[in-house]
């Protein structure tokens, strides 16, 4: 159907006013579409300049390809690592809310499975709270096969899944293999809690933010060890840079054959055991 | 072209530039510099001051303290593990003629700090023979021993704190902390 030519449409009664908005849309037009091109070349000649050292001027990730070791036949349970991490990035003192954790693992005579305990089951709560310090005792009197402790943290995937899920950018990878949470960006959705295969992440009530592990970037990017691997009395814990082929880490790679948790989740983490079990993910 | 349609083009290629715009003006500038994220939050994480400082910061105020633990049985149990973190340890940030003490976990307190890690437990990995391996601690080929050496508390030592007989600068060989042998005598 043709429209009505002779029918008096809103807009062409005045064709001066007409021809300004006319001219009006071009000019807005074409300033928005350069915006937008300067918005998305900006950057790309940004980069073009010569580097600077980033994120700190005395340290470039660039450099860097972080890696961590747990030794599980070496761990005690003191629960250190626990107390330095929360100590370090002010972390609740409290049985639920952990950047690092351990976990037991006890295999009794007969049962098929493992019984597995961590500091926030409430018998060890029982022995220890309010801040969840140790573990309890009791399987003084069982027939145990086989027993041993977890550390358990973030595994700074390679392919993260709480970065993929994260509507915001509030979290991502960094070059020299951390990730890490930006709580300006974080809505607390809790999406990316959801997400992580090995729990990792928890929620922080007080700033409703979502938090994890961040391998203390303020401390590795000054040369030191992340908190956790610091206080660790037995070496369970093992830091380093994997470009380093002196490192701790390196060597922990090279001399061992090292597991990761759940594989076939296809998460590629960077955090490498040794001395775990199958039921162990 | 008919006029409509042109009229619907425009509409859309305005609204389209609109929203790139739009969306340029109100992301901050770092964002997407390396990707889909805020560069600027690297920094900000990057600059958080460390609590735990390392026995090598203690050397140099208490260097007969750390001479001795270096030397003994506890080389491997760092000075923050027992005293907390040093954080910025004697100075108070907040007070310059105040300063911010350390705990110094008296006599009771050692029971319990101590057996954190010297407690018999289930899955705790037993002193094994010493082995020669890569000792993480060291950061070199040594004489390296798994596990920990393990009491029950009560048998061992009697109910008395542990510090009346062990130092915990230098655990073995054990001594008598005179004033706490006293205050155990009946």
Not at chain 2, 88 to 101: E, L, W
Request: proline share 8%; hydrophobic share 30%; with cysteine.
């Amino acid at each position: 159907m043709q429209p009505d030519e002779s029918a008096p449409l809103p807009g062409r009664q005045d064709e001066q006013k007409s021809a300004d908005r006319r001219r009006f849309l071009a000019g807005a037009g074409a300033a928005c579409a350069s915006a937008a091109l300067a918005s998305v070349l900006g950057p790309t000649l940004a980069l073009g300049e010569t580097r600077v050292s980033f994120p700190t001027p005395d340290y470039d990730w660039e450099k860097h390809n972080w890696g961590y070791g747990i030794d599980a036949t070496k761990c005690i349970g003191c629960l250190r690592c626990v107390d330095a991490c929360k100590n370090e990035n002010g972390v609740a003192k409290d049985a639920h809310h952990f950047r690092t954790w351990v976990e037991r693992y006890v295999y009794i005579e007969g049962e098929k499975h493992p019984r597995i305990d961590s500091q926030a089951d409430p018998g060890n709560i029982a022995v220890s709270a309010p801040d969840a310090s140790r573990f309890d005792d009791r399987y003084k009197d069982a027939k145990v096969e086989k027993a041993f402790f977890v550390p358990k943290m973030c595994n700074h995937c390679q392919e993260p899944s709480c970065v993929q899920v994260c509507p915001t950018g509030a979290t991502y990878k960094t070059k020299d293999g951390a990730v890490l949470v930006d709580k300006s960006y974080c809505i607390g959705c809790q999406y990316c809690v959801q997400a992580c295969p090995y729990g990792a992440r928890y929620f922080n009530d007080v700033e409703r933010r979502a938090d994890k592990c961040t391998w203390c970037y303020h401390r590795i990017s000054k040369g030191m060890n992340p908190a956790c691997v610091e206080v660790c009395p037995v070496g369970a814990r093992v830091f380093g840079d994997m470009n380093d082929k002196s490192s701790p880490i390196s060597r922990f790679l090279k001399d061992n054959r090292v597991f990761v948790l759940k594989p076939e989740m296809g998460n590629k983490p960077t955090c490498f055991y040794i001395g775990i079990d199958k039921e162990v993910s | 072209m008919p006029k409509h349609i042109l009229r619907l083009s425009v509409l859309i290629v305005v609204s389209l530039a609109l929203a790139v715009s739009a969306k340029a003006y109100f992301t901050v500038d770092s964002f997407y510099r390396y990707g889909h994220y805020r560069a600027d939050s690297v920094p900000m994480i990057a600059a958080q001051e460390p609590a735990y400082r390392g026995p090598a910061y203690c050397a140099d105020c208490h260097s007969d303290r750390h001479g001795q633990w270096s030397s003994n049985g506890h080389k491997t149990v760092k000075c923050e593990i027992c005293h907390g973190p040093a954080r910025t340890h004697p100075f108070d940030p907040n007070d310059p003629d105040k300063t911010f003490k350390l705990p110094r976990p008296t006599a009771e307190d050692t029971r319990t700090l101590c057996t954190l890690c010297h407690m018999q437990l289930t899955a705790r990995p037993l002193r094994d023979p010493p082995q020669q391996a890569w000792d993480p601690a060291v950061g070199k080929s040594a004489p390296w021993r798994t596990g920990i050496s393990q009491v029950l508390p009560d048998e061992h030592s009697g109910g008395s704190a542990c510090l009346m007989c062990h130092d915990p600068h230098q655990p073995k060989p054990i001594r008598f902390k005179e004033e706490l042998v006293q205050a155990a005598q009946p």
